[in-house]
């Protein structure tokens, strides 16, 4: 940052290069983690950590007020409206990285590549060996130095960027506002409609299977064991986020029969070392499908303990 | 060390951020990497205001800022949108401009 | 004075305008207004003619203008009159047989349903003949000489429902298109050589322009008199012609339209006059036309088309007398007038005879007619004396003439063309002869018509004998009145112009000679046709019989000649049109549309796809910023 202070300088501190070396590599993993991640939320981290560091290096650079605005306005509202509207539209959704466009892989590395290569030369081309600084301009402070820019040479732009702001916000509220048509109704009403038209008088089923899932996504089994998504949100029902657990427990002691099966062959071929023992090699298992930490798989640990005793 | 390195570390965010939006499919990590865009132009902007000592590169920057800010509110409007009619955020699932 | 000659034309304009617009209730008295209005025609042409008469004679000319027509910079065409001595002479020739013939119509149509309408064309015919020989320039003319060929297309194919009526009606037009050209190239070459194409200064201006030009525009007239008068090569629509109603055969196939030809090439007169070789292309043309008509009407048995042969031979005379300068002219428009009222006397007498055979037009069926129509058979026999050259009756006069002018010619030329046009007298007599034998003399061969009914031969109403008898009388008196003293010679001189050439024979020695050739041919007629009794079917004839009765095969060789090469030309191009021009423009839509079914291939829809283009159009854009940077 000392480098900034002076007039005409050829180099920056080694301090400032440091960093920059540092949080600059820091940047691109960032970067390059934010394309790479199969999660929205992930990606939306990664970029967040870039931006900090982007902020760092606006310091770094004299540019205090703007460090400070992308800190408080990138990162902290736009990153954070990018993680609301990731929440809303489904965390759960992990991208699947592979690629379907016959060739696209290629053609972007390709482009990236040759892209990259030419801004660096373009770069390279027209490279200083020494600059200005900003001490000068920022003699007055930095943050009054912009606002005499802002409020005299670019007041028009300025003026400008805040009418496209405001069209922005309405615009976003037109683009997500649904009209409600008709007054909501009320519960009376509703109850009352329900037993006229004679269709689902009582309240409708409540999800989840009996001693075994009340998770608001799982449909509760009919008599005869097949799901009823009556029992499920009608919302999740829209999307389609209703989980199928009908099958479960079979498969699980399928998988489970199959694991015991291997473990038991193990045990064959290693007879000579050790007497026999259940017990404990079951216990490791169900150890394991603890530290999966998925809830069916524990379950059907829980299952199959059961069905052990 | 020379500010131009920040110049160099502006073009490699940027090409990585291109190479985002040409390979990812889900539209709200393909804003992510516009965004990624739009900040190594910042970078490039503020540094080039160190070069050449005075604020304007700073007040580019920081339009871009604003616009960029603009730009991610009514873009998330439409994906929300799209998310509803759809069911998808995928990019490619809006194909329909083909015969 | 001058308005009145708008009227002249305006006059049966109105009838034609009223009979064709007016509709149906007009069908029980158009007729009267048609004949009226061409009546008030001819009365106005009298009466200017009385008042031209009381003029000096170089101040005769009459000129009117009605109106400025394409005022465009340096291009003017006004609709302008003029009206000189030989407009004059139409005029009344026009208006007068024009009239009579009006009246004859009213007897002849009587039955036909579509009376109306024919007298509406009639009136526009006469409004398109009068603004022809009106006219103050080629422009106008040529309106004019369109107007007569649209009125002749619709006359001709009157009786639409038969289709030799039709394909006849196309014929002429077709035929007369060749020679409308002609006429239009003529005009445009006018333009670029006097810079206009009124009558008075393009003549008086010959003197300017090189012989070349004037020899181009000559021929081109020819062209175009060839075809409206129907001379050789273009004389084949008039036989087919006469599938139209008598009057109009009479009229406009007989007395004016098909000498229009003759009246263009004198109006032009200055310009053949300065351009031998079109003259010698005009002599030419007349001398075989005039040979070619009579062998024609020698052939045919139609009494209407032996009368179709005899006019193309008589227009001959006309051209012929008109292609040797000043000392043919006014006895080229001497032998037109004469013409007009013996022919158009001997078409209606043609046209009384069929309307009393149950129109029945071959003369072999004819026969002993003289007794049973009187009247007819007078005026009909005043006519053939007439046009045979019978000494003291109008077409010896004229014709006479015509053979004395034709040895003046001189030299070879002049022994060649005297030749011919008394070999054509001789002929004359004797094809009018075989008419006159077979039509009136001899017993009764005649037969029932198709519906079985026996002919009873009577004479025609007097609206139709009244008209004959006129022309008669103009027949017989006409040449007389117009040679007494000189005095036709007189009044068209200052027009025309006059000179007497050197005559290799005395005047006494060509009228002898052509009484010879004329008791040569009406004997030889007696002989075939007087003496013993004709077959009802005709006998197979010698070979120039048999190609005479196919008009000496002109059909035959248009159709050679003209038909066949341009339908395989037109098969042709059809075929160059199909293969090359389709197959280029095809095939380049074909290249087109593969080209873009593969470039389609990109537009995938998917937006990512789109990206990596623009990604890879940028780092090119650097690139070539770079690159630019460089050099």
């Given at each position: 940052?000392?480098?900034?202070?002076?007039?005409?300088?050829?180099?920056?501190?080694?301090?400032?290069?440091?960093?920059?070396?540092?949080l600059?590599?820091?940047?691109?993993?960032?970067?390059?983690?934010t394309?790479?991640?199969?999660?929205?939320?992930?990606?939306?981290?990664?970029?967040?950590?870039?931006?900090?560091?982007?902020?760092?290096?606006?310091?770094?650079?004299?540019?205090?007020?703007?460090?400070?605005?992308?800190?408080v306005?990138?990162?902290?509202?736009?990153?954070?409206?990018?993680?609301?509207?990731?929440?809303?539209?489904?965390?759960?959704?992990?991208?699947?990285?592979?690629?379907?466009?016959?060739?696209?892989?290629?053609?972007a590395?390709?482009?990236?590549?040759?892209?990259?290569?030419?801004?660096c030369?373009?770069?390279?081309?027209?490279?200083?060996?020494?600059?200005?600084?900003?001490?000068?301009?920022?003699?007055?402070?930095?943050?009054?130095?912009?606002?005499?820019?802002?409020?005299?040479?670019?007041?028009?732009?300025?003026?400008?960027?805040?009418?496209?702001?405001?069209?922005a916000?309405?615009?976003?509220?037109?683009?997500?506002?649904?009209?409600?048509?008709?007054?909501?109704?009320?519960?009376?009403?509703?109850?009352?409609?329900?037993?006229?038209?004679?269709?689902?008088?009582?309240?409708?089923?409540?999800?989840?299977?009996?001693?075994?899932?009340?998770?608001?996504?799982?449909?509760?089994?009919?008599?005869?064991?097949?799901?009823?998504?009556?029992?499920?949100?009608?919302?999740?029902?829209?999307?389609?986020?209703?989980?199928d657990?009908?099958?479960?427990?079979?498969?699980?002691?399928?998988?489970?029969?199959?694991?015991?099966?291997?473990?038991?062959?193990?045990?064959?071929?290693?007879?000579?070392?050790?007497?026999?023992?259940?017990?404990?090699?079951?216990?490791?298992?169900?150890?394991?499908?603890?530290?999966?930490?998925?809830n069916?798989?524990?379950?059907?640990?829980?299952?199959?303990?059961?069905?052990?005793? | 060390?020379?500010?131009?390195?920040?110049?160099?570390?502006?073009?490699?965010?940027?090409?990585?951020g291109?190479?985002?939006?040409?390979?990812?499919?889900?539209?709200?990590?393909?804003?992510?990497?516009?965004?990624?865009?739009?900040?190594?132009?910042?970078?490039?902007?503020?540094?080039?205001?160190?070069?050449?000592?005075?604020?304007?590169?700073?007040?580019?920057?920081?339009?871009?800022?604003?616009?960029?800010?603009?730009?991610?509110?009514?873009?998330?409007?439409?994906?929300?949108?799209?998310?509803?009619?759809?069911?998808?955020?995928?990019?490619?699932?809006?194909?329909?401009?083909k015969? | 004075?001058?308005?009145?000659?708008?009227?002249?034309?305006?006059?049966?304009?109105?009838?034609?305008?009223?009979?064709?617009?007016?509709?149906?209730?007009?069908?029980?008295?158009?007729?009267?207004?048609?004949?009226?209005?061409?009546?008030?025609?001819?009365?106005?042409?009298?009466?200017?003619?009385?008042?031209?008469?009381?003029?000096?004679?170089?101040?005769?000319?009459?000129?009117?203008?009605?109106?400025?027509?394409?005022?465009?910079?340096?291009?003017?065409?006004?609709?302008?009159?003029?009206?000189?001595?030989?407009?004059?002479?139409?005029?009344?020739?026009?208006?007068?047989?024009?009239?009579?013939?009006?009246?004859?119509?009213?007897?002849?149509?009587?039955?036909?349903?579509?009376?109306?309408?024919?007298?509406?064309?009639l009136?526009?015919?006469?409004?398109?003949?009068?603004?022809?020989?009106?006219?103050?320039?080629?422009?106008?003319?040529?309106?004019?000489?369109?107007?007569?060929?649209?009125?002749?297309?619709?006359?001709?194919?009157?009786?639409q429902?038969?289709?030799?009526?039709?394909?006849?009606?196309?014929?002429?037009?077709?035929?007369n298109?060749?020679?409308?050209?002609?006429?239009?190239?003529?005009?445009?070459?006018?333009?670029?050589?006097?810079?206009?194409?009124?009558?008075?200064?393009?003549?008086?201006?010959?003197?300017?322009?090189?012989?070349g030009?004037?020899?181009?525009?000559?021929?081109?007239?020819?062209?175009?008199?060839?075809?409206?008068?129907?001379?050789v090569?273009?004389?084949?629509?008039?036989?087919?012609?006469?599938?139209?109603?008598t009057?109009?055969?009479?009229?406009?196939?007989a007395?004016?339209?098909?000498?229009?030809?003759?009246?263009?090439?004198?109006?032009?007169?200055?310009?053949?006059?300065?351009?031998?070789?079109?003259?010698?292309?005009?002599?030419t043309?007349?001398?075989?036309?005039?040979?070619?008509?009579?062998?024609?009407?020698?052939?045919?048995?139609?009494?209407?088309?032996?009368?179709?042969?005899?006019?193309?031979?008589?227009?001959?005379?006309?051209?012929?007398?008109?292609?040797?300068?000043?000392?043919?002219?006014?006895?080229?428009?001497?032998?037109?007038?004469?013409?007009?009222?013996?022919?158009?006397?001997?078409?209606?007498?043609?046209?009384?005879?069929?309307?009393?055979?149950?129109?029945?037009?071959?003369?072999?069926?004819?026969?002993?007619?003289?007794?049973?129509m009187?009247?007819?058979?007078?005026?009909?026999?005043?006519?053939y004396?007439?046009?045979?050259?019978?000494?003291?009756?109008?077409?010896?006069?004229?014709?006479?003439?015509?053979?004395?002018?034709?040895?003046?010619?001189?030299?070879?030329?002049?022994?060649?063309?005297?030749?011919?046009?008394?070999?054509?007298?001789?002929?004359?007599?004797?094809?009018?002869?075989?008419?006159?034998?077979?039509?009136?003399?001899?017993?009764?061969?005649?037969?029932?018509?198709?519906?079985?009914?026996?002919?009873?031969?009577?004479?025609?109403?007097?609206?139709?004998?009244?008209?004959?008898?006129?022309?008669?009388?103009?027949?017989?008196?006409?040449?007389?009145?117009?040679?007494?003293?000189?005095?036709?010679?007189?009044?068209?001189?200052?027009?025309?112009?006059?000179?007497?050439?050197?005559?290799?024979?005395?005047?006494?020695?060509?009228?002898?000679?052509?009484?010879?050739?004329l008791?040569?041919?009406?004997?030889?007629?007696?002989?075939?046709?007087?003496?013993?009794?004709?077959?009802?079917?005709?006998?197979?004839?010698?070979?120039?019989?048999?190609a005479?009765?196919?008009?000496?095969?002109?059909?035959?060789?248009?159709?050679?000649?003209?038909?066949?090469?341009?339908?395989?030309?037109?098969?042709?191009?059809?075929?160059?049109?199909?293969?090359?021009?389709?197959?280029?423009?095809?095939?380049?839509?074909?290249?087109?549309?593969?080209?873009s079914?593969?470039?389609?291939?990109?537009?995938?829809?998917?937006?990512?796809?789109?990206?990596?283009?623009?990604?890879?159009?940028?780092?090119?854009?650097?690139?070539?910023?770079?690159?630019?940077?460089?050099?």
């Amino acid at each position: 940052m000392s480098g900034t202070l002076a007039a005409a300088a050829s180099t920056t501190s080694t301090g400032e290069a440091l960093q920059f070396w540092v949080l600059g590599t820091v940047a691109v993993i960032g970067a390059l983690c934010t394309i790479l991640m199969h999660k929205a939320v992930h990606s939306a981290l990664c970029l967040a950590g870039t931006m900090i560091v982007l902020a760092v290096f606006y310091l770094a650079n004299g540019a205090y007020f703007l460090g400070v605005v992308q800190i408080v306005v990138y990162t902290g509202a736009i990153m954070m409206l990018f993680l609301f509207v990731v929440m809303l539209v489904g965390v759960t959704a992990a991208d699947s990285l592979k690629e379907t466009l016959k060739g696209q892989r290629w053609l972007a590395a390709l482009c990236g590549l040759g892209f990259g290569i030419l801004l660096c030369a373009g770069i390279g081309n027209a490279s200083l060996t020494t600059w200005n600084g900003l001490g000068q301009a920022n003699a007055g402070g930095n943050v009054e130095g912009l606002a005499a820019l802002i409020f005299t040479k670019y007041v028009f732009a300025f003026e400008i960027t805040g009418a496209l702001l405001i069209t922005a916000a309405v615009g976003a509220m037109v683009l997500t506002h649904r009209e409600r048509t008709e007054r909501a109704r009320t519960q009376r009403e509703q109850s009352e409609a329900r037993v006229r038209t004679g269709r689902n008088v009582p309240p409708l089923p409540a999800p989840g299977v009996y001693a075994r899932h009340n998770a608001v996504d799982i449909p509760g089994l009919l008599p005869d064991g097949t799901p009823s998504e009556l029992t499920v949100n009608a919302t999740l029902r829209g999307r389609g986020q209703i989980r199928d657990v009908s099958t479960d427990a079979l498969a699980e002691l399928a998988a489970l029969e199959q694991r015991s099966q291997r473990w038991l062959g193990r045990k064959a071929r290693d007879t000579g070392k050790k007497a026999e023992d259940t017990a404990e090699p079951e216990h490791g298992e169900n150890g394991e499908n603890g530290e999966n930490g998925q809830n069916g798989e524990n379950t059907a640990g829980a299952n199959s303990r059961g069905a052990a005793k | 060390m020379n500010p131009v390195n920040y110049l160099y570390l502006a073009a490699l965010l940027f090409t990585i951020g291109a190479a985002g939006v040409v390979i990812r499919r889900n539209a709200i990590v393909l804003f992510m990497c516009v965004e990624l865009m739009l900040n190594a132009c910042n970078l490039a902007f503020v540094t080039f205001s160190r070069l050449h000592g005075n604020l304007d590169g700073q007040i580019i920057a920081f339009f871009t800022m604003v616009v960029a800010a603009a730009e991610v509110v009514v873009g998330l409007a439409i994906i929300v949108s799209v998310f509803r009619s759809r069911h998808s955020a995928s990019v490619d699932d809006a194909s329909l401009m083909k015969l | 004075m001058e308005n009145l000659i708008g009227l002249l034309v305006a006059a049966p304009l109105l009838g034609a305008a009223l009979l064709l617009c007016g509709g149906r209730r007009l069908d029980g008295k158009g007729h009267y207004i048609g004949t009226v209005l061409a009546a008030a025609s001819f009365v106005i042409g009298a009466v200017l003619f009385a008042e031209m008469l009381g003029r000096g004679e170089h101040d005769r000319a009459l000129h009117s203008k009605v109106f400025s027509w394409i005022p465009v910079g340096g291009f003017r065409a006004d609709v302008a009159f003029q009206l000189d001595q030989l407009s004059m002479t139409f005029v009344l020739l026009i208006t007068g047989v024009g009239t009579l013939i009006h009246i004859y119509s009213i007897g002849y149509m009587e039955h036909d349903e579509r009376r109306r309408r024919f007298f509406g064309y009639l009136n526009l015919f006469l409004a398109a003949m009068l603004l022809l020989v009106l006219a103050d320039n080629y422009l106008l003319l040529y309106v004019g000489w369109e107007g007569v060929g649209l009125a002749s297309y619709l006359l001709i194919g009157f009786w639409q429902h038969k289709p030799s009526a039709a394909t006849a009606a196309k014929k002429a037009f077709i035929v007369n298109r060749v020679g409308d050209v002609g006429l239009s190239i003529a005009i445009m070459l006018m333009f670029t050589t006097f810079g206009t194409f009124t009558f008075a200064p393009v003549l008086t201006n010959v003197d300017h322009a090189s012989e070349g030009k004037l020899t181009a525009i000559g021929l081109m007239l020819l062209l175009a008199a060839c075809g409206k008068s129907a001379q050789v090569p273009l004389q084949s629509w008039l036989g087919d012609a006469m599938e139209g109603p008598t009057p109009v055969s009479a009229l406009i196939h007989a007395a004016t339209m098909v000498t229009a030809g003759v009246y263009l090439i004198t109006r032009s007169g200055a310009i053949f006059n300065a351009a031998p070789d079109a003259q010698t292309a005009v002599v030419t043309v007349g001398a075989v036309t005039l040979l070619f008509g009579a062998i024609v009407g020698c052939a045919k048995d139609d009494i209407k088309k032996a009368l179709a042969g005899s006019t193309m031979s008589q227009i001959g005379y006309m051209i012929l007398a008109a292609g040797l300068g000043p000392i043919g002219y006014v006895f080229a428009i001497m032998h037109l007038v004469t013409h007009g009222f013996f022919k158009a006397g001997l078409f209606l007498g043609a046209g009384s005879v069929m309307h009393a055979m149950n129109d029945e037009v071959d003369m072999r069926k004819y026969g002993a007619l003289r007794k049973y129509m009187p009247v007819t058979f007078v005026t009909f026999g005043l006519g053939y004396l007439a046009i045979i050259g019978f000494p003291g009756l109008s077409g010896f006069w004229s014709k006479d003439k015509i053979i004395e002018a034709a040895f003046a010619k001189g030299g070879t030329e002049g022994w060649i063309l005297g030749g011919a046009a008394l070999l054509g007298a001789a002929i004359t007599a004797y094809y009018m002869t075989r008419v006159m034998l077979l039509t009136f003399f001899g017993e009764k061969r005649w037969v029932p018509d198709e519906a079985g009914q026996e002919p009873h031969p009577h004479e025609s109403p007097s609206s139709m004998t009244i008209p004959m008898m006129v022309l008669a009388v103009g027949s017989v008196f006409a040449g007389g009145l117009f040679s007494l003293n000189d005095s036709f010679l007189k009044w068209l001189e200052p027009v025309t112009g006059h000179s007497h050439g050197d005559s290799p024979l005395s005047a006494a020695a060509v009228t002898g000679g052509t009484m010879v050739v004329l008791l040569i041919g009406v004997a030889l007629a007696w002989m075939q046709y007087g003496r013993r009794p004709v077959p009802r079917t005709a006998p197979r004839g010698s070979l120039l019989t048999r190609a005479a009765r196919r008009d000496l095969l002109q059909d035959d060789f248009n159709h050679v000649a003209l038909v066949k090469p341009g339908q395989y030309l037109t098969r042709g191009l059809v075929y160059v049109d199909h293969k090359l021009v389709d197959g280029v423009v095809n095939g380049t839509a074909a290249g087109v549309g593969g080209l873009s079914g593969r470039l389609r291939k990109l537009q995938n829809g998917y937006a990512r796809t789109y990206a990596v283009s623009m990604f890879g159009g940028t780092a090119v854009l650097i690139a070539a910023t770079l690159l630019m940077r460089a050099v």
